[in-house]
């Protein structure tokens, strides 16, 4: 081997090890990030798995309190019906607070005798159920969770299928250190160079979480 041979290969070598070096650590930085971001995608899971229970319970109270205002209507109706004005008054005051403001509403419509007025409370705007908006904000909070930790577990893969790419410099610059041709060295050391340029413009592209 001439003294100019052995120059080009210890060059070859020194860009190699230089590539080794600094791909090891973008790996295992990538790596970090990877399960970082499955962190993160797992606790928004949890978080919002919290939330479509939390939606539910206020949605369960919705119900019940609905079941309630139609069935005690249902008994104002038959006794308003039957002429039992006793029983009528009796079951007025047991109207929940929520109820008589649709109740009061409905009739200032004046609904026996105006045809455009809602059939009956229950499809005045006034009625709002104790729950149901809570519910409604708890399912939102769930779906913007959710849709989080899929944007968190895509980020998460994104990292992994860089340490990919940084495990195929990794095995492109140790080749060539393996061949006795300097051209073909080379031309993989610097295939190896390209690669690692590629993952860097991905790394930067990427969100950082520490």
Do not use: C
């Not at 930085?29 to 319970?57: C, L, P, V, Y």
């Not at 893969?157 to 492109?172: E, G, I, K, P, S």
């Amino acid at each position: 081997m001439t003294g100019h041979e052995d120059r080009t290969l210890t060059r070859r070598e020194l860009v190699a090890v230089i590539l080794l070096s600094v791909t090891a650590i973008l790996t295992a930085w990538s790596g970090f990030e990877s399960s970082k971001w499955s962190g993160e995608m797992s606790i928004a899971f949890s978080r919002a798995s919290t939330q479509r229970i939390e939606a539910a319970r206020d949605m369960g109270e919705a119900n019940a309190a609905r079941q309630f205002d139609l069935t005690i209507f249902s008994a104002y109706v038959q006794a308003r019906g039957a002429g039992e004005d006793d029983v009528v008054a009796f079951i007025e005051d047991r109207f929940t607070d929520h109820f008589r403001v649709a109740y009061d509403a409905w009739l200032e419509l004046d609904p026996l005798e105006n045809p455009d007025a809602p059939a009956g409370p229950f499809a005045m705007p006034e009625y709002r159920v104790p729950g149901e908006a809570d519910a409604a904000s708890a399912d939102d909070r769930a779906d913007a969770l959710f849709a989080t930790a899929l944007e968190n577990n895509a980020r998460g893969d994104r990292y992994t299928l860089l340490t990919v790419l940084f495990a195929l410099v990794l095995f492109f610059a140790a080749v060539s250190g393996r061949l006795d041709s300097h051209v073909a060295g080379w031309v993989v050391l610097g295939l190896a160079g390209a690669l690692l340029l590629t993952g860097i413009g991905f790394l930067i592209s990427f969100p950082v979480i520490i």
